[in-house]
C-alpha cells in the first residue's frame, strides 16, 4: 500500500500559524491600547489638570489648565 504525499501541508499550516498568530497579537495589542492604556492616560490627565486647577486657583490665577494651545 502506497502512502500519499504529502504536499502543501508544511506551507498551508505555516501561513495559517502565522495568520492567527498575528491576528492574535493585533486584537490583543487593540485590546490592551484602548481596554487599559487610554484609560488610564485619561485618568492620569485628569488628575494632572485638576491638581494644575487647585494651584492656580490657590495662587489667585484665572483660567483652567489646558486652554492654552
Request: charged content about 20%; overall charge positive; aromatic content about 10%.
Amino acid at each position: 500500500m502506497a502512502i500519499k504525499p504529502i504536499t502543501g501541508m508544511l506551507r498551508r499550516g505555516l501561513v495559517l500559524d502565522l495568520s492567527v498568530a498575528g491576528g492574535l497579537g493585533v486584537t490583543s495589542g487593540y485590546g490592551w491600547w484602548y481596554g487599559y492604556h487610554v484609560p488610564a492616560v485619561r485618568h492620569r490627565d485628569a488628575f494632572y489638570s485638576k491638581l494644575e486647577d487647585e494651584r492656580a486657583k490657590a495662587l489667585g490665577q484665572v483660567g483652567t489648565a489646558g486652554s492654552s494651545a
